[in-house]
């Protein structure tokens, strides 16, 4: 789990989130409570103040009698609503039935004896007592209801309107008039990690001025549909509008920075203008890699895809369809390219590794995939080498075919590179304090604060940081997961307002169209040396377990949902069985509710 600990103190009314800063501030929150009873304060807590709140019946059911870990979609009468029924952690009640990430039915998620709930699809959790988030993606919570048993019938008490919603948004509103400018804090970048950051300031209560600074031009989006549907609508992608930033005095800038002074805690851009922080949060992302290869660097359609606005120019070389699209590089951005594009066109991808995604997949599974994008008329040239690109005949300024090392020559129309991702940190090349890995990324800890730096926080792509999941041993990795990114804004959050509290594992999750949906969770960042593999691949419903020694490191499935999100869970309580008892047939969703 992302670093949501819990700190309890007595409540008698609600407080707002600027109130919980001032009290955090006095560090009210950590004495101990007076109250025999006291009401568990939740971090990302969003609950709202429900004054219209009624009763209505649960149709069909009689009893609240459920097992630990027991969770029923019922429907709500009098409304067109329904709602999930579940003993969390041994409290029954009712919560919001779908994800709010993507709208998946929680009925068919993962529910742990500790009242963790876990997407089936994407691995967003949420605390099923409060209803927050426990885990990206979701950015929204789930309303709570509470659920009483009276004459053979049972009722939830709520709002109508929050009942049929199924979501709640965060507690964003904070004035910051008259905050020290001591407590600015400046965000770089405005992806996922960025937002996550954000949301978990104002939600945690912190009251200074906050400014995002992003060079995309568009406020936080869902990237991932980029690769997936090359999507362009900003009104899909955009996960909140202008009006919800103003509401929270969160400024964002568009601009590019170009230098730190770290000395002066001051940020400077390409405008000219310079933006003085007390705590920095770099999230700036990757930069698509290119290849140094003739025709590569002047010939026109050819692209990279990191942006709205690559989507567009790819989009538009496409227009009517039709096309010949060559795609360099089996990686997962270059599979889902290639199978949002092939309806309607012609495409080829080119990958280096004997089969698709080998490096993380493995040679087997590769195979497997490969085959799911097959059946929809892509074709292979893999263990491939590519020599150069030569212009059309038809208009010397654009790519007309890409020619590989064995004399192969394949006639293109556009060329996507899907190659990977560098670290976006070339604005700190030239700076004489801060320190580069090799790749290009930042070392930070386990807040990701970056080392040898004070005030100082990297997050996403351009994070290096000790992993403490299974076969970790706090070895550091960089993961290019969007999960990841969002997950680490929120430890960001959480250490700049609670610096003292130890930020707890979460689990590493991704999820990627491949002709049929991938799941992934947990990390082989630093090897594997064997593979179990169960299920019927050639139906399409497999699960693959990557084991260092008897340990289960990460897994990867197709049509077995929940086996990720039971995965996930167990990962994160250390409870994942061992390679030894898979290989024997084991059924992970056969172990029932983690505990």
């Given at each position: 789990?992302?670093?949501?600990p819990?700190?309890?103190?007595?409540?008698?009314?609600?407080?707002?989130?600027?109130?919980?800063?001032?009290?955090?501030?006095?560090?009210?929150?950590?004495?101990?409570?007076?109250?025999?009873?006291?009401?568990?304060?939740?971090?990302?807590?969003?609950?709202?103040?429900?004054?219209?709140?009624?009763?209505?019946?649960?149709?069909?059911?009689?009893?609240?009698?459920?097992?630990?870990?027991?969770?029923?979609?019922?429907?709500?009468?009098?409304?067109?609503?329904?709602?999930?029924?579940?003993?969390?952690?041994?409290?029954?009640?009712?919560?919001?039935?779908?994800c709010?990430?993507?709208?998946?039915?929680?009925?068919?998620?993962?529910?742990?004896?500790?009242?963790?709930?876990?997407?089936?699809?994407?691995?967003?959790?949420?605390?099923?007592?409060?209803?927050?988030?426990?885990?990206?993606?979701?950015?929204?919570?789930?309303?709570?209801?509470?659920?009483?048993?009276?004459?053979?019938?049972?009722?939830?008490?709520?709002?109508?309107?929050?009942?049929?919603?199924?979501?709640?948004?965060p507690?964003?509103?904070?004035?910051?008039?008259?905050?020290?400018?001591?407590?600015?804090?400046?965000?770089?970048?405005?992806g996922?990690?960025?937002?996550?950051?954000?949301?978990?300031?104002?939600?945690?209560?912190?009251?200074?001025?906050?400014?995002?600074?992003?060079?995309?031009?568009?406020?936080?989006?869902?990237?991932?549909?980029?690769?997936?549907?090359?999507?362009?609508?900003?009104?899909?992608?955009?996960?909140?509008?202008?009006?919800?930033?103003?509401?929270?005095?969160?400024?964002?800038?568009?601009?590019?920075?170009?230098?730190?002074d770290?000395?002066?805690?001051?940020?400077?851009?390409?405008?000219?203008?310079?933006?003085?922080?007390?705590?920095?949060?770099?999230?700036?992302?990757?930069?698509?890699?290119?290849?140094?290869?003739?025709?590569?660097?002047?010939?026109?359609?050819i692209?990279?895809?990191?942006?709205?606005?690559?989507?567009?120019?790819i989009?538009?070389?496409?227009?009517?369809?039709?096309?010949?699209?060559?795609?360099?590089?089996?990686?997962?951005?270059?599979?889902?390219?290639?199978?949002?594009?092939?309806?309607?066109?012609?495409?080829?991808?080119?990958?280096?590794?004997?089969?698709?995604?080998?490096?993380?997949?493995?040679?087997?599974?590769?195979?497997?995939v490969?085959?799911?994008?097959?059946?929809?008329?892509?074709?292979?040239?893999?263990?491939?080498?590519?020599?150069?690109?030569?212009?059309?005949?038809?208009?010397?300024?654009?790519?007309?075919?890409?020619?590989?090392?064995?004399?192969?020559?394949?006639?293109?129309?556009?060329?996507?590179?899907?190659?990977?991702?560098?670290?976006?940190?070339?604005y700190?090349?030239?700076?004489?304090?801060?320190?580069?890995?090799?790749?290009?990324?930042?070392?930070?800890?386990?807040?990701?604060?970056?080392?040898?730096?004070?005030?100082?926080?990297?997050?996403?792509?351009?994070?290096?940081?000790?992993?403490?999941?299974?076969?970790?041993?706090?070895?550091y990795?960089?993961?290019?997961?969007?999960?990841?990114?969002?997950?680490?804004?929120?430890?960001?959050?959480?250490?700049?307002?609670?610096?003292?509290?130890?930020?707890?594992?979460?689990?590493?999750?991704?999820?990627?169209?491949?002709?049929?949906q991938?799941?992934?969770?947990?990390?082989?960042?630093?090897?594997?040396?064997?593979?179990?593999?169960?299920?019927?691949?050639?139906?399409?419903?497999?699960?693959?377990?990557?084991t260092?020694?008897?340990?289960?490191?990460?897994?990867?499935?197709?049509?077995?949902?929940?086996?990720?999100?039971?995965?996930?869970?167990?990962?994160?309580?250390?409870?994942?069985?061992?390679?030894?008892?898979?290989?024997?047939?084991?059924d992970?969703?056969?172990?029932?509710?983690?505990?």
């Open positions: 789990m992302i670093a949501l819990r700190l309890s103190r007595p409540l008698s009314r609600p407080l707002s989130a600027c109130q919980r800063q001032l009290l955090s501030t006095r560090s009210s929150l950590l004495r101990t409570p007076t109250t025999t009873q006291p009401e568990t304060l939740r971090l990302f807590s969003s609950t709202p103040h429900t004054a219209m709140a009624q009763e209505y019946k649960l149709k069909g059911i009689t009893s609240l009698d459920l097992q630990p870990g027991e969770k029923h979609e019922v429907e709500v009468e009098g409304l067109d609503a329904k709602v999930l029924l579940l003993n969390a952690a041994g409290k029954t009640q009712a919560i919001g039935p779908r709010t990430h993507y709208g998946a039915p929680l009925a068919k998620g993962v529910l742990g004896h500790n009242g963790k709930l876990t997407c089936p699809w994407h691995g967003a959790c949420f605390n099923t007592t409060t209803g927050d988030i426990e885990n990206a993606p979701a950015l929204d919570a789930l309303p709570v209801f509470k659920a009483t048993e009276r004459d053979g019938a049972v009722y939830i008490t709520g709002d109508a309107e929050m009942i049929k919603a199924g979501h709640r948004k507690k964003f509103k904070c004035k910051v008039a008259g905050a020290p400018m001591a407590d600015k804090v400046v965000v770089v970048g405005g996922s990690g960025a937002l996550a950051a954000v949301e978990g300031l104002r939600e945690l209560g912190f009251s200074g001025p906050v400014t995002v600074i992003t060079n995309e031009g568009y406020l936080p989006i869902d990237r991932p549909k980029l690769s997936k549907t090359l999507m362009t609508d900003l009104n899909k992608l955009q996960w909140r509008d202008a009006e919800w930033f103003k509401s929270g005095d969160v400024d964002f800038v568009q601009d590019e920075v170009v230098g730190v770290f000395g002066s805690k001051t940020v400077k851009t390409k405008s000219g203008q310079q933006y003085p922080y007390s705590r920095l949060v770099l999230a700036t992302g990757g930069t698509p890699k290119l290849l140094p290869l003739q025709g590569f660097q002047v010939l026109g359609n692209f990279t895809l990191r942006n709205v606005r690559d989507a567009k120019n989009s538009e070389a496409i227009g009517e369809k039709g096309k010949k699209i060559v795609i360099i590089g089996s990686s997962f951005i270059g599979m889902e390219l290639a199978a949002c594009t092939s309806n309607g066109n012609d495409v080829t991808i080119i990958g280096m590794e004997k089969e698709p995604l080998e490096r993380v997949l493995g040679e087997r599974v590769g195979a497997i490969k085959k799911n994008i097959e059946s929809k008329g892509v074709k292979f040239y893999m263990s491939a080498g590519v020599e150069k690109a030569e212009p059309s005949t038809a208009d010397p300024s654009k790519v007309g075919s890409v020619h590989l090392k064995d004399g192969t020559k394949l006639d293109a129309d556009i060329v996507i590179l899907g190659v990977g991702v560098s670290p976006a940190t070339e700190l090349n030239d700076n004489s304090v801060v320190r580069l890995e090799d790749d290009g990324s930042l070392k930070v800890d386990e807040n990701f604060s970056v080392v040898g730096l004070k005030d100082v926080y990297a997050i996403g792509d351009i994070a290096s940081y000790p992993y403490h999941g299974p076969g970790g041993d706090g070895k990795v960089r993961i290019e997961h969007y999960n990841v990114a969002q997950n680490a804004g929120r430890t960001v959050a959480n250490h700049i307002v609670h610096p003292n509290l130890q930020p707890e594992f979460f689990t590493p999750v991704f999820w990627s169209a491949l002709g049929a991938l799941r992934y969770c947990g990390n082989s960042y630093h090897g594997w040396d064997d593979l179990v593999l169960q299920g019927e691949p050639d139906q399409g419903k497999w699960v693959a377990y990557y260092k020694g008897e340990t289960v490191v990460a897994m990867a499935s197709m049509g077995k949902d929940p086996a990720m999100a039971q995965c996930a869970q167990m990962m994160q309580l250390n409870k994942m069985p061992s390679k030894s008892q898979l290989k024997d047939g084991l992970v969703l056969s172990l029932g509710p983690p505990q």
